[in-house]
């Protein structure tokens, strides 16, 4: 893990750090002795987010301390979809911690050529582990699985000393045949008419 992000702590409100073109966040956990609100440079976060979304481990540099963190949630504005908010909790290399890493679906376009459709449930998962290691997201290959095939959490494949947060059997993603647009009864021709 490479990724640093810089922040410096703030005294003002999230609301004054966003008028001035920042993005507010807060960070929390037993990696620190107290909870800190920060704020991120908004041309920075954006270049940051799109490689790193929640459950990504990250180093957050603030005011010359580098702080292992994982991502905990992420606010986006609903109109412009830009951050407003950032929640990130420090912890260390061997220290528990439970996240929400994202599922991610692989060979759907295999799916596809063979007519079929891959049904997500979900589309991300809760696991718990040290921080080390943890997944910044789980991979399935979907490529050769066929019509009814259902993927479950227990198929997931997780590494060693990491768990699931949910039960085994929850459905995550399903495959199903595509099913083809009705065609309409009347040509195009007898609806000019």
Do not use: W
Request: glycine share 6%.
């Amino acid at each position: 893990m490479d990724s640093v992000i810089n922040a410096a702590e703030r005294m003002e409100s999230a609301k004054k750090i966003r008028k001035k073109g920042g993005v507010p966040g807060n960070i929390y956990g037993p990696g620190i002795n107290r909870n800190i609100n920060v704020r991120f440079e908004e041309k920075e976060i954006n270049h940051f987010l799109k490689s790193h979304s929640i459950g990504s481990k990250t180093i957050v540099n603030l005011d010359n301390n580098n702080l292992l963190c994982v991502i905990k949630s992420i606010q986006y504005d609903p109109i412009s979809n830009k951050p407003i908010h950032i929640d990130l909790y420090a912890t260390s290399e061997d220290k528990q911690a439970k996240v929400n890493v994202p599922v991610v679906f692989k060979g759907k376009e295999q799916l596809a050529l063979n007519h079929l459709v891959l049904q997500v449930l979900e589309d991300e998962i809760g696991i718990q582990g040290a921080l080390k290691d943890l997944p910044e997201m789980i991979a399935v290959d979907v490529a050769s699985m066929a019509d009814g095939s259902i993927i479950t959490a227990k198929d997931l494949s997780l590494p060693e000393n990491v768990r699931l947060l949910v039960n085994q059997d929850k459905v995550i993603a399903r495959i199903t045949k595509a099913v083809k647009a009705s065609q309409s009864s009347q040509s195009e021709e007898e609806i000019a008419s």
